[in-house]
């Protein structure tokens, strides 16, 4: 179950989300009192109330908005239960202040905004001491690792608990929270207005990650990177689940690179069976890698893992992504292996994508060219493909047939850049840019005009995250609704 939190200056706005929030099918619904401005009108706001309520009070130090004196902010939750609503939130220390009274259920709760204690087994036996129906606690994830204490706690502890880890690090411990057992997560009524770090929108709990279908067999997969909520990946294999009716979901993991041995080894406790991996740690996973294909060992760079019973095992599906995109759009005649062969191709950027694209241009038989904006960079890039690097400014002095844009530039919200002089463009190049977000990128825009073949981020990014799904799951992926979903949100962004 998810619990809508509303957290608004106004009555009649509280009154409104409300209604709309049960239409939407929100089950529980938390009244933020400390963000009305003025006297709070409690009759008002639960006399003809929709549907099951919490009603919170937080003070400033508690992540609230409360101004007034403790003893109104008493009589105020005192009033709640009066008024009989379905559950009450009582911060620890007020907790033996406000008795028991009629159904209303106690949640005793503790905010901590610097961190997650390390004591969390004996905060958590304190607050179970306070006649607690279920215990809140909600700490800032400092590490990976705090995830994962928090969710055990809540799977072994006796009493129902709602354990969250705020912030952007925190956020597989708010998607994870029923797997585990908690009664409930929380969620902000619109993703603008997230009222605890990391709060995600009631919408995107439900559409996005299909919270309200999790359970203890539920399958999890996911994405490690940092930053990592700009991420598409989530949307694209949830959709994928959805469409083929499969117990699992898919989420993103931000982890910082100095605990990336910590979390793959941590991972298969949180019921992680797959990742997907991303900047910057597609080089960094290889030395926890029990196994790797081909692929990888010439890369060397991984950007899915399996967790098997032996260990890791990695792979690069960029690099058949890339190659099935350039294959399919330049309908060359002859074997697929020999598309390439003899065609001159510069790639711009030396991170993991030109990592991928120059291994597989160069197995079959391209003349590759590398520039970096850090020269250093694609020098020993090339050196391990066994290619040629060239200074930044000089990659308008190749003639390729082929050019591959592999750096973020272009990426949103920077849409008016590109990696290339147009007036350099030719009808006779193919034109590939890894960018999907958006589609049509300046560059792909100015190679249109110059009536170059093009080929789009999306298709990249769609066959590589397919080819994840069968290594995830053994089980093909429904391509064009993946490629559809992508435009849309990629056409959203724009917007």
């Not at 929030?21 to 929709?50: S, T």
């Not at 009222?195 to 929108?201: D, F, N, T």
């Not at 825009?445 to 053994?474: D, N, P, S």
């Amino acid at each position: 179950m998810i619990c809508v939190s509303i957290g608004r200056g106004r009555h009649r706005h509280v009154i409104a989300e409300h209604a709309h929030l049960v239409e939407q099918g929100a089950e529980l619904v938390e009244l933020r009192l400390d963000y009305i401005r003025g006297d709070v009108n409690l009759g008002r706001l639960l006399d003809k109330r929709p549907g099951p309520v919490v009603a919170t009070c937080r003070r400033q130090h508690d992540g609230g908005k409360w101004s007034g004196n403790e003893e109104m902010r008493l009589m105020l939750l005192r009033a709640a239960i009066a008024k009989g609503v379905e559950y009450i939130d009582l911060e620890e220390d007020i907790a033996d202040k406000i008795p028991r009274f009629g159904p209303t259920k106690r949640i005793v709760s503790l905010h901590d905004f610097r961190k997650t204690p390390e004591d969390l087994v004996e905060v958590h036996a304190r607050l179970a001491t306070k006649d607690a129906d279920i215990i809140k606690l909600a700490t800032l994830a400092n590490n990976p690792g705090d995830n994962v204490r928090m969710l055990h706690l809540i799977k072994e502890s006796s009493v129902p608990t709602v354990g969250l880890c705020m912030g952007d690090m925190g956020i597989s411990s708010r998607l994870l929270a029923g797997k585990f057992g908690a009664p409930f997560t929380y969620a902000t009524f619109h993703h603008e207005r997230a009222l605890a770090p990391g709060q995600l929108s009631f919408e995107k709990m439900r559409e996005l990650y299909h919270y309200d279908h999790i359970n203890a067999d539920t399958k999890i997969f996911g994405v490690i990177a940092d930053p990592v909520r700009h991420s598409l990946s989530p949307l694209l294999h949830n959709t994928a689940f959805r469409q083929l009716g499969m117990n699992c979901m898919y989420i993103p993991f931000r982890v910082p690179q100095e605990y990336l041995g910590q979390f793959l080894k941590e991972a298969p406790g949180l019921g992680v069976h797959g990742l997907s991996v991303t900047i910057p740690h597609k080089e960094g996973v290889l030395p926890h890698l029990f196994r790797t294909d081909k692929a990888v060992q010439g890369i060397g760079a991984a950007n899915t893992i399996v967790f098997q019973d032996e260990g890791l095992v990695g792979y690069n599906t960029d690099y058949r992504a890339a190659m099935e995109s350039l294959e399919e759009d330049m309908k060359l005649e002859g074997e697929k292996t020999l598309m390439l062969r003899g065609k001159v191709a510069v790639v711009l950027g030396a991170g993991g994508a030109a990592r991928a694209i120059g291994f597989g241009l160069i197995r079959r038989g391209a003349k590759v060219f590398l520039a970096s904006r850090t020269k250093s960079r694609a020098v020993d890039l090339a050196h391990r493909l066994g290619c040629e690097a060239i200074d930044w400014s000089s990659r308008h002095k190749i003639q390729p047939q082929i050019l591959v844009n592999c750096t973020p530039v272009g990426l949103h919200p920077d849409v008016d850049e590109t990696p290339f002089n147009p007036a350099y463009l030719m009808p006779s190049m193919t034109v590939f840019d890894t960018v999907y977000n958006p589609e049509n990128t300046l560059l792909i825009k100015q190679a249109r005009e110059k009536h170059c073949k093009t080929i789009t981020g999306v298709e990249m990014f769609v066959r590589q995250a397919a080819l994840q799904f069968k290594i995830f799951t053994g089980q093909s992926a429904p391509q064009e609704a993946l490629r559809e979903t992508l435009k849309r949100a990629t056409s959203a962004a724009r917007h």
